[in-house]
């Protein structure tokens, strides 16, 4: 790729600096600062306090949910959602492989093993056709729900990602789902100012989980969030997440193996700063990759972009190389050039704890794997 160089230029000049660009860097420019110190001069600094319940009310505005619920990070709003939707030991959740290692963790803490059916190429996520394909092949619908013949197991859930914070084939897998009477739960971490046909991704499901991480869109340190329109189950979330406890003045009495799950008022105050900020931020990034877009198009490139009927908040920003050489090459030259940039994730059956799951051929996460590559997507 004789034009490595002209690429390196072109993100220098977006980002305005020769030094290091990382991929993804938080900016804290609202109010960061006033709600941190607010929290300590109250004291409220732990697992309760009013930033947490602002929190809440605020990812319900903006996500329509009924519900949302403030976890201590992404996986673990997983984990929790999994096991509302009812997930138990022996079980099994159909996934995709091209993600990251959270979502099969979140399916193994719950003793559950994840199957793992191919992506679509044009949005990275779950497909609905290898879905409703392998459950062809290998599903059978009894009275306690889908069963997998070829281990006699039952498949509890359908966990799909918004990958990058592009929204999956959400209504075509739910139809998939509703034919096989499976339960979905979204991993909606990446996608938080993400919507589908006009309503935001992780709403879609059962429940969903957003993740706060550092390296997201915006960030609260470490945190997550648990949405759902179902308010049993939302009320349920909550419960689970803060150790199953009786409200009582002060009696101690739980009455089911609860999590400390909570997220402490700290990092909420941060979350509530940076959700004011949600709007700029994914307004700021978009117009990144419309310039991102003209750019590689001019060279050739194939930069990814939103599909029809959705709008994407461009987390992380990638291209699809032509080959894995070519990838190869273009990680190499550009990370030395100190441009930040980094292959998608490795596909989880290669990795040693979930290389035993069931899968399909997987023809297009191979693809994707040896070719998407993630380029500096900061908000500027
Ligand atoms: C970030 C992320 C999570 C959750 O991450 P936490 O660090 O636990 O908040 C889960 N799934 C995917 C796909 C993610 O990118």
């Known amino acids: 790729m004789e034009n490595i160089n002209q690429i390196v230029s072109f993100v220098q000049e977006q980002f305005q600096t020769k030094e290091f660009i990382p991929l993804h860097e938080p900016r804290f420019r609202g109010n960061e600062k006033e709600y941190l110190l607010d929290t300590i001069d109250s004291t409220f600094v732990s697992s309760v306090g009013a930033y947490v319940d602002r929190f809440e009310l605020d990812m319900q505005a903006i996500t329509s949910a009924e519900k949302a619920i403030a976890v201590v990070n992404g996986t673990a709003g997983l984990q929790v959602a999994l096991r509302l939707a009812g997930v138990v030991a022996g079980d099994e959740v159909i996934t995709q492989a091209l993600t990251f290692i959270a979502t099969a963790n979140a399916i193994a803490y719950n003793q559950a093993t994840p199957i793992f059916v191919d992506v679509d190429l044009d949005t990275m996520g779950l497909s609905p056709s290898a879905m409703d394909n392998f459950l062809e092949e290998f599903g ?12 006699g197991k039952r498949i509890a859930a359908c966990m799909p990602m918004h990958t990058f914070g592009f929204p999956v084939h959400i209504d075509e897998l739910i139809a998939v789902c509703e034919k096989w009477h499976i339960p979905l739960v979204e ?3 990446e996608s938080l100012g993400s919507y589908y046909k006009g309503k935001h991704t992780g709403t879609f499901g059962l429940l969903g989980a957003f993740s706060f991480n550092g390296n997201k869109t915006v960030t609260c340190g470490g945190g997550g969030a648990i949405v759902t329109n179902d308010l049993t189950l939302g009320a349920k979330a909550k419960y689970l997440t803060t150790t199953a406890k009786k409200p009582h003045p002060y009696e101690f009495f739980h009455d089911e193996i609860g999590y400390n799950f909570r997220m402490p008022n700290l990092n909420a105050a941060l979350a509530c700063a940076q959700l004011e900020m949600l709007d700029e931020f994914v307004d700021n990034k978009r117009e990144l990759a419309s310039l991102y877009a003209k750019f590689f198009n001019s060279i050739g490139v194939n930069f990814r972009q939103e599909l029809p ?38 596909l989880m059956y290669r990795l040693p704890m979930f290389e035993h799951c069931q899968r399909d051929a997987q023809s297009n996460a191979i693809f994707l794997e040896e070719r998407i590559v993630n380029i500096p997507s900061s908000v500027r």
């Open 140 to 151: 059978e619908i009894r009275q306690e729900g889908c069963f997998n013949k070829s281990t």
């Open 309 to 346: 009927d959705t709008k994407a908040n461009y987390w992380l920003m990638c291209v699809e190389l032509n080959n894995k050489e070519e990838r190869d090459l273009f990680l190499k030259e550009t990370n030395v050039q100190k441009v930040m940039t980094r292959p998608i994730w490795q």
């Open 187 to 189: 991993d909606s971490a």
